[in-house]
């Protein structure tokens, strides 16, 4: 099943796959399960995890190289497209490939970064492993074996590294999902964020992430950043050793900051470490203004997107044509606002300025229309019908009506609705109990919006003495 995303941590891993003749087809394609579900939870990237396979075969080959496949879908349709090449298990000449292309920027290897490998293996090799693989964990390459076959338990374990019970699995093709988790948190020990690097990078933001170094309550950080170009603007924050993050903002769009980490303690050294971040272009804002929820006196402003870099929003609105403007001010962290007490039928120009933090004002405007105000119906009048039922009718309301709706509210017994079309201009009531009073309202419909409606309350007289009712309202 899908398993927690697995982020911060930054690392070439390179599979070395048994693609010879001594594997079979069957084998081959539960390891490719095995690798995929090995790496589904890893966030793949330039600054996070690069991946590469190299068949060993009679002649290894790179299946692609690191910087391929950045994201879990395309890595993801690679592994399963990968065919297996048979010949021989030249696993000596895989290795000492593999060595070349772990340091190869060509091969979308990075400078600095955790190397691991991952030999999946039947447990056979026709060539001598032992030098090349000693040169790769000479040259820091940490390297975990699966053997899906007997093997040589000495010889394995003196090619994985130190100690093999972390580092060597014994395990049935078919059972490889028993040992995803404990691989795979292995991987994790050696690639998740061992150096101070930045994530969440934003035009005036971004956050410090780095081992945990320190461990007395005493011991704390101080970290230094400046822009590159003015190292004489450095700028020093403390943070207790307990902490392995921090957000730095209010920094300047497409600015490049060197950063250091120096950790203080008083029993042991630490070397600071030093990374260099640039922050992303400035976006605008707004760079879209929405009018809508339109009616007679008022309509909803929004806008997109909001930016922390803004302090705060002004909206100038005034009817066309005309020079009468009036002003709304709305905080940075909201994104819209009603403007109301309004004209009906009137256009207005509506401009929405975001104030940034720096001072600087960009702005955009739009037109908005409010609607016509919906009239009411006339002459809303009452007649007896015979017992508990009357006949409601009244004139029809101005303009282009859709249709009407006849609310009565009973004084006992439950309200009812009634629409109708255009042309109709009475219904009847039933149900209405002598000696009750009832109200009664008729309301326009139109095609932007509701008319006004005209309500008149009416008394259900006992006997024969008929109904009573309001003046219109």
Same mark, same amino acid.
């Given at each position: 099943?899908?398993?927690?995303?697995?982020?911060?941590?930054?690392?070439?891993?390179?599979?070395?796959?048994?693609?010879?003749?001594?594997?079979?087809?069957?084998?081959?394609?539960?390891?490719?399960?095995?690798?995929?579900?090995?790496?589904?939870?890893?966030?793949?990237?330039?600054?996070?995890v690069?991946?590469?396979?190299?068949?060993?075969?009679?002649?290894?080959?790179?299946? %692609?190289? %690191?910087?391929? $496949?950045?994201?879990?879908?395309?890595?993801?349709?690679?592994?399963?497209?990968?065919?297996?090449?048979?010949?021989?298990?030249?696993?000596?000449?895989?290795?000492?490939?593999? #060595?070349?292309?772990?340091?190869?920027?060509?091969?979308?290897?990075?400078?600095?970064?955790? #190397?691991?490998?991952v030999?999946?293996?039947?447990?056979?090799?026709?060539d001598?492993?032992?030098?090349?693989?000693?040169?790769?964990?000479?040259?820091?390459?940490?390297?975990?074996?699966?053997?899906?076959? =007997?093997?040589?338990?000495?010889?394995?374990?003196?090619?994985?590294?130190?100690?093999?019970?972390?580092?060597?699995?014994?395990?049935?093709?078919?059972?490889?999902?028993?040992?995803?988790?404990?691989?795979?948190?292995?991987?994790?020990d050696?690639?998740?964020?061992?150096?101070?690097?930045?994530?969440?990078?934003?035009?005036?933001?971004?956050?410090?992430?780095?081992?945990?170094?320190?461990?007395?309550e005493?011991?704390?950080?101080?970290?230094?950043?400046?822009?590159?170009?003015?190292?004489?603007?450095?700028?020093?924050?403390?943070?207790?050793?307990?902490?392995?993050?921090?957000?730095?903002?209010?920094?300047?769009?497409?600015?490049?900051?060197?950063?250091?980490?120096?950790?203080?303690?008083?029993?042991?050294?630490?070397?600071?470490?030093?990374?260099?971040?640039?922050?992303?272009?400035?976006?605008?804002?707004?760079?879209?203004?929405?009018?809508?929820?339109?009616?007679?006196?008022?309509?909803?402003?929004?806008?997109?997107?909001?930016?922390?870099?803004?302090n705060?929003?002004?909206?100038?609105?005034?009817?066309?044509?005309?020079?009468?403007? #009036?002003?709304?001010?709305?905080?940075?962290?909201?994104?819209?606002?009603?403007?109301?007490?309004?004209?009906p039928?009137?256009?207005?120009?509506?401009?929405?300025?975001?104030?940034?933090?720096?001072?600087?004002?960009?702005?955009?405007?739009?037109?908005?229309?409010?609607?016509?105000?919906?009239?009411?119906?006339?002459?809303?009048?009452?007649?007896d019908?015979?017992?508990?039922?009357?006949?409601?009718?009244?004139?029809?309301?101005?303009?282009?009506?859709?249709?009407?709706?006849?609310?009565?509210?009973?004084?006992?017994?439950?309200?009812s609705?009634?629409?109708?079309?255009?042309?109709?201009?009475?219904?009847?009531?039933t149900?209405?109990?002598?000696?009750?009073?009832?109200?009664?309202?008729?309301?326009?419909?139109?095609?932007?919006?509701?008319?006004?409606?005209?309500? =008149?309350?009416? $008394?259900?007289?006992?006997?024969?003495?008929?109904?009573? $009712?309001s003046?219109?309202?």
């Amino acid at each position: 099943g899908p398993q927690p995303s697995v982020s911060n941590s930054e690392g070439d891993l390179l599979f070395l796959l048994d693609s010879s003749g001594s594997v079979s087809y069957y084998e081959f394609s539960r390891v490719k399960e095995f690798m995929w579900d090995l790496l589904q939870p890893f966030t793949f990237g330039p600054k996070d995890v690069q991946t590469s396979i190299i068949h060993i075969s009679t002649t290894p080959t790179m299946e %692609f190289p %690191f910087d391929r $496949h950045q994201s879990a879908g395309a890595l993801h349709q690679a592994i399963r497209n990968t065919q297996q090449l048979m010949g021989d298990t030249n696993t000596g000449k895989a290795l000492s490939y593999a #060595k070349e292309k772990l340091f190869s920027g060509e091969a979308g290897a990075r400078p600095e970064v955790p #190397k691991v490998l991952v030999w999946v293996t039947d447990g056979f090799s026709t060539d001598d492993i032992s030098e090349p693989m000693q040169l790769l964990k000479d040259m820091g390459v940490t390297v975990f074996i699966v053997s899906t076959g =007997r093997g040589n338990y000495l010889e394995l374990s003196a090619a994985a590294s130190q100690p093999p019970e972390k580092h060597l699995h014994f395990v049935d093709v078919d059972d490889l999902p028993i040992i995803t988790k404990e691989l795979r948190d292995g991987i994790l020990d050696v690639i998740q964020a061992n150096r101070l690097h930045a994530v969440d990078v934003t035009s005036s933001s971004f956050r410090l992430v780095w081992p945990k170094l320190l461990s007395q309550e005493t011991d704390y950080y101080t970290l230094e950043y400046a822009p590159r170009d003015e190292l004489g603007k450095k700028r020093t924050k403390q943070v207790a050793g307990a902490h392995t993050s921090l957000l730095l903002s209010n920094l300047a769009p497409e600015t490049t900051y060197e950063v250091a980490l120096i950790p203080e303690s008083n029993i042991h050294y630490f070397a600071p470490q030093t990374t260099r971040v640039t922050t992303l272009a400035e976006e605008i804002s707004p760079a879209q203004v929405l009018i809508s929820e339109s009616g007679p006196h008022s309509f909803h402003v929004s806008w997109a997107p909001t930016l922390d870099s803004v302090n705060s929003y002004q909206i100038l609105y005034g009817p066309l044509p005309g020079n009468s403007v #009036k002003l709304l001010e709305v905080d940075g962290k909201h994104n819209s606002t009603v403007v109301d007490k309004l004209t009906p039928n009137t256009t207005y120009l509506v401009t929405v300025t975001a104030v940034y933090k720096s001072g600087k004002e960009k702005s955009l405007s739009a037109k908005a229309c409010t609607q016509e105000e919906g009239s009411k119906v006339r002459h809303l009048r009452f007649e007896d019908m015979g017992p508990n039922t009357l006949k409601a009718s009244w004139d029809s309301a101005a303009g282009k009506v859709l249709g009407y709706r006849v609310r009565c509210r009973r004084q006992t017994g439950p309200s009812s609705l009634l629409s109708v079309s255009p042309q109709v201009h009475s219904v009847l009531l039933t149900d209405l109990p002598a000696g009750t009073t009832n109200k009664v309202c008729v309301k326009p419909i139109y095609k932007s919006q509701a008319g006004k409606r005209l309500c =008149r309350m009416v $008394h259900m007289q006992p006997g024969e003495l008929g109904v009573s $009712h309001s003046p219109e309202a």
